[in-house]
């Protein structure tokens, strides 16, 4: 039950993600471009997932536990360390280069987008590399 329900949510999400533009990397890249051809529309979107997650995260901190789970799973670390600097920074600069981040990607996937899966396939890579790295420092 728990997989299905984690489908459908995963389905909505990136249902959610095309419909609002997301999935597009030349609409992400205007949207970056703060000195060209900016354009503002996905303001809208950012401001619609920060209300929702704050009211969301409001009433599920009510609850004792979640539906479909024994208990929440939270990260207890609270420290800033050198990982949690980089790999933002690193998200950052690749979501700059070419429009697109994960959700989107994987979402882009669906109506079979070269650049996606070239991106996705470059993003599996990085993943790969950074536990590699990550392993010798």
């Known amino acids: ?37 900016f354009d503002p529309s996905l303001i809208f979107v950012m401001l619609g997932a920060v209300v929702t997650t704050y009211i969301g995260y409001r009433l599920v901190w009510r609850m004792e536990r979640p539906f479909i789970s024994g208990e929440f799973q939270r990260s207890l670390k609270s420290e800033i360390d050198g990982r949690l600097i980089v790999g933002p920074i690193l998200f950052g600069v690749g979501w700059g280069l070419i429009g697109l ?34 392993r010798f420092i």
Request: hydrophobic letters at 60%.
């Open 1 to 37: 039950m728990q997989t299905l329900i984690s489908l459908i949510a995963g389905l909505i999400f990136g249902y959610g993600l095309v419909l609002s533009g997301m999935s597009n990397p030349a609409k992400v890249m205007n949207f970056l471009d703060i000195t060209g051809s």
């Open 101 to 134: 981040c994960p959700g989107p990607a994987l979402a882009s996937l669906t109506f079979g987008g070269l650049s996606a899966l070239i991106f996705f396939i470059a993003l599996i890579i990085g993943m790969l590399v950074s536990k590699l790295i990550v």
